[in-house]
């Protein structure tokens, strides 16, 4: 006979040990305007610098996410 | 003066990394044209006239103010490329489901098969990222990989530790860093065995942790940039980013000849790898993702990854193919 889960089991590991990170930077930047003709995000019409701004700089939940690749693969 | 070629970047418009490769392109290489598209963004609707050719498709593909010009394209950038929503003109939920997966079997089915440059082509990230398959190769690369065990059941990962006396140094990576809720990350890390559950409800995977410096490499087809991370206390650097150091690192002979080998065995031309630098100079391999993230590593290191992959670009766009082959790179994976 097989052994099935209980419904009342625990969650599955590992997430159990899922940790809470810090919210995403890049939705909330005031003024972002994305440019379709010329194919970058903008705010009052001028290119941002991604690396001033910090956009990407977490790795999880934002834009840049390393998991936003198709697969998810981190 | 141009040469009438296009670099496509295909990706959501949230890519910020994406803006500066746009924004390097169009500032230093005014000799190709630059479209960008997301396949998702439905503020206009999509519009599409293909015809096939010989053994090429020409035509356009237009997104509001966005036209491309299939015969112009020469490299293509492909990041995170996301399905079409389907026309918003179609009412009726069921129906703009069903007209979006037509949109993406017609519009992304088109574009991998450009024969161009490609950063990567989808199918062979696609090919390079299931875990298993990636350790396989690493290894036969000639990468020194971690012991790894994947298993349903804590005890067999308590008997294949205490058989490789690493009971102290295993850790436990989920397949998938994303948890359950928005916001929650399961990063990898050390586990104590003995305590695992008997049953563990899901196929899990557990590594000999290795001891060492983390490095992350960044490889633009043959050029690589590499970088210790310091100043973080977990297993998994990833979620103390924000405070961590990120220093330039020298990447050793054998590493470079490895990635390479990797790299041409799923058809990439660019690849996030991560490492863990042992004392004694070996470079153990943890993973390498085809789409990843760099825009941080470039911020904390100044390494010039956005130019190198701009001029490779640029450089591989003006280039003739007189074969339409973009399946070819596929044939080196696997």
Redesign the interface.
Known sequence: MT?T?SPT???????Q????????L??DIPGLV?D??????TIGGK??D??R?????????T???????????? | MTSGRTVLVVTARDDHTSDLIVQRLRDHHPDVGVVRIDPADDTYPLEMAVELHGDRWEGTISQGPVRLDLSRVGAVLWRWAWDPQGHPGIGDELARAWAAQEDAAALLGTLKALPAFWVNHPDAAASAVPKPVQLRVAVACGFAVPRTLVTTSGSAVAGWARRHSIEEQTLNKAWHCQGLRDGGMVPAERIEVAGLPGELLVASMFQHLIQGAHVRLTAVRDQLFACEIRGTTRTDWRPEQQQAEFLPLEVPVSVRAHVRSFMMRFGLNYGAFDFVAAEGGTWWFLECNPTGQYGFVELKTGQPITAALAAVLASEAVKDRPEARPEAALAMAG
């Open positions: 052994a889960a089991a625990p969650l599955p590991f590992p997430l040990r899922e940790i809470t990170v810090p919210a995403a890049a939705p994305y379709h003709v010329r194919g970058f995000n290119a941002i991604p690396v701004l910090g956009t990407w700089t977490t790795t999880y939940n834009a840049g996410n390393d998991n936003k690749s198709d697969e998810e693969s981190k």
